[in-house]
């Protein structure tokens, strides 16, 4: 029977949890639940595998391929190497929105459920049109916020956002992205409330 990695002692959880939040941790440990219940299966060597495979991937919301690279990186790694894919925010986190971006769009379409995906793009490229670098200077997700929240590793070089509005449709409908949760969302909108009190935002 396969048992967890070794490598999973070596791993802190509660740092990774500063960084990326309980929802994160939430998804990491499902990847690794996912990845064990397929190994265990495999070490059994009684084959149907690819239905099997297929079976628990529909379980945990993600496609058979997904969870083969989550076996074969868990292999091979434990749950450090399920780590780095999360760093990497592949899923629901497009390295084309940067996170006041993100934010900006989940708040267009909750106040406005209508919106389009164009016209919000459409709203972002002005604001950066305007702006430019210095709406940095108001971002909420800047090094000095409070650690339960995520924090912007890019340069200070204005919104990061895409050039089609298909990355915006996409990142709506992926359940995986980090505002689709009401409760961490209303905490980010409170959290720009009470920032723009405190400082107010300058006309750019």
């Known amino acids: 029977m396969f048992s967890r990695h070794p ?28 990845a064990l219940k397929m190994l265990r299966y495999r070490s059994l060597d009684v084959g149907g595998v690819c239905a099997y495979r297929a079976t628990v991937a529909k379980q945990y919301g993600i496609t058979g391929r997904t969870l083969y690279s989550y076996e074969e990186k868990y292999a091979r790694g434990g749950l450090p190497a399920l780590m ?19 934010f900006l769009v989940m ?12 016209r919000i793009l459409q709203k972002i490229k002005l604001l950066d049109t305007q702006c430019g670098h210095m ?14 929240f995520p924090v912007c590793a890019l340069d200070k070089r204005g919104l990061l956002y895409p050039k089609h509005h298909s990355t915006v449709t996409r990142f709506l409908n992926n359940p995986r992205n980090l505002f689709s949760d009401d409760s961490f969302y209303r905490s980010n909108a409170a959290l720009h409330l009470k920032r723009s009190a405190a400082k107010p935002v300058k006309r750019c």
């Open 135 to 148: 709406y940095c200077n108001n971002c909420c997700y800047a090094k000095d916020l409070p650690s339960e």
């Open 7 to 34: 490598k999973d002692k070596t791993v802190d959880l509660a740092a990774y949890q500063l960084r990326f939040g309980i929802e994160g941790v939430q998804r990491l440990l499902l990847r690794r639940e996912a």
């Open 84 to 102: 780095i894919s999360m760093e990497r925010k592949d899923k629901g986190n497009p390295r084309t929105l940067c996170l006041e971006a993100q």
């Open 107 to 118: 708040k267009y379409k909750k106040t406005r459920p209508g919106i389009s995906s164009p």
